[in-house]
């Protein structure tokens, strides 16, 4: 059964040797000890950490910070999920929780997804995001970013 809920210090060095190895996270020479530091800074400074729990092991995460976008909108920084489980809307709960968790943004929702990462174009545009601009060389050299926005429902 798939769980949704608060990282805690235990889940990081599974998530990290999960989800280091991902095509994705390999891009950007990530290994999984520095994944593990990654999560660990999350949750040392409170940011939100979700992580999906399926058969009592973690195999996914959501980690975002709700006004952390041009200080109205909440930023999704990253969300992925154990490569043999793609594909089972484990992403959806977790894109769902974010989503729900942001306390309403004025501003919306954003994200960033690197510009060879069409799966993940597909899943955002899916659930409602646009890209809207570009962020060459951002996270790392020669890789540019598409900046996905999701606006909050008008009222009425
Ligand atoms: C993107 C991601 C979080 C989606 O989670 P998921 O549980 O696989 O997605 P869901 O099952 O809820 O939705 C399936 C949709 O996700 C997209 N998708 C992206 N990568 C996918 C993959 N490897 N396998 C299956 N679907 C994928 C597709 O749009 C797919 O729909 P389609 O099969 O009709 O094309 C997940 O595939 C993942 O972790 N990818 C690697 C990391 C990543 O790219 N994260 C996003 C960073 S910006």
Known sequence: ML???PATL???????TVLAPL???QAYQLSAEAMTQRLQGALQRGENLLVAEWEGA?????WFITRGAFANGSYLRIVAVKEELQGK???TRLLQAYE???DNPPGGWFLLASDFNEGAHRFYARHGYRAVGHLPGF??????????WKRRPTAG
């Open 3 to 5: 769980r949704i809920r």
């Open 23 to 25: 095509p994705l996270f």
């Open 100 to 102: 729900a968790g942001s």
């Open 89 to 91: 809307r484990i992403g």
């Open 58 to 62: 973690p195999v996914g995460v959501c």
């Open 10 to 16: 235990e889940d990081l060095s599974t998530l990290g």
């Open 139 to 148: 996270s790392s050299r020669g890789i540019t970013e598409r900046i996905y």
